[in-house]
């Protein structure tokens, strides 16, 4: 199917100035110029997003353009994680995430909520909240029904609990399992519900293409919340990817995350090449055509999962300029479909190549 947008732009009303015989001039119709441009959501099979930040989408038009132009859905990098909307107790900050919500509305765009629980991003008010298990549990659901509630009709999703694993499947340490018990997972999934009963609800994570052991805790937990009826409708797989991760491991992430039989969404992905961290590195052709053949496979394989579980899969941000890579890794990389100046790297293409 060919999804191209024809720009057609008759330059000069179709003329230009030619000279006659007798010294006058006579208008020449000249063909009109096509500008074949396309957009990427267009040709995917599936929703195709990407996470943004607030300023720059403020402060960049060619950022913003990209992300008004390419993607269907969009999600916050930041501005709905807790220490984003709720910095102090009694002070919610919605300006960004309204920001953004207000933008993807007038582009006719879906927006899906990040993160209404994680062990990171918490205000100092919350690691040092000193209250019992009962202002915990308050300070949880209120906060998380507070979010929702703003939001609801407006989101279409969220991730309810980002992060709840290690590696290794065991429960990760956090304020939250210290204060609420690890059950306390499941009340988040209700809560949510709770305030926006339409709302499709995630468990969002890492890890899935390289450590069997966090996918049978996950696969765990959703099978136990099925058993209780807590209410979970996706799992997102963040896939933040090196250049040489292998088909098979993608293939297993994939497969396992369709078996749940819940939405499967591609929260996060990026394809990072600098696997040894090498200061100077130079992006080259190659890095380029093999990251393009990652991120073509991912979408090949997401692609085979049933149509209803394809919730959609999400770049973890635009251009390789904006990536949360290089200051986590301290060196250099160009992880996303995008470079610096968003021009299209072969990424882009492979992406479309893998929906087909
Ligand atoms: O906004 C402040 C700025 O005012 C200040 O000058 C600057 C100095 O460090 O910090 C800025 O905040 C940073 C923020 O990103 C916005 O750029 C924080 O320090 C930094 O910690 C924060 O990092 C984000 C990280 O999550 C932690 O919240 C990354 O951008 C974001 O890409 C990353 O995203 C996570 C997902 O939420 C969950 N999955 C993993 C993924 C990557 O870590």
Known sequence: MIYFLLTVSFLSACTKKGVTASGGTTPIPVPPVVVIDTNLYKFMPFPMGASVGISLMKNNA??????????????????????ALHPSETVYNWADADYLVAYAQANGQRIHGHTLNWYQNLPAWVTNFSGDSIAWEKMLKGHIQTVVAR??????????????????????PSVWVKNLGPDYIARCFQYANQADPDAILFYNDYGHEYSSAKRTAIGNLISSFKTRGIPIHGIGMQFHMT???????ISAAINFAAATGLKVHISELDVRVNNNKVQGLVFTDAMAAQQADRYK??????NTIPKAQQFG???????????WIPSWQ?????????????????????????GK
């Not at 060619?62 to 994680?81: C, F, P």
């Not at 301290?330 to 790297?345: M, S, T, V």
């Open 62 to 83: 060619k950022y913003s353009g990209v992300v008004t132009k390419e993607y269907i859905s969009i999600t916050a990098e930041n501005a709905m994680k807790f220490g």
């Open 151 to 172: 939001y609801k009709g407006k989101l279409a999703s969220w991730d309810v609990v980002n992060e709840y694993f290690n590696d290794d499947g065991t429960i990760r």
């Open 243 to 249: 250049y040489t991760q292998t088909d098979a491991n």
């Open 297 to 302: 496979q991912v979408v090949k394989m997401y």
């Open 313 to 323: 899969i999400t770049t973890w941000n635009v251009g390789d300029a904006d990536s």
């Open 330 to 354: 301290g060196a250099p990389d160009w992880p996303l479909p995008f470079d610096a100046n968003y021009l299209r790297k072969p990424a882009y293409k492979a992406i479309i190549e893998g």
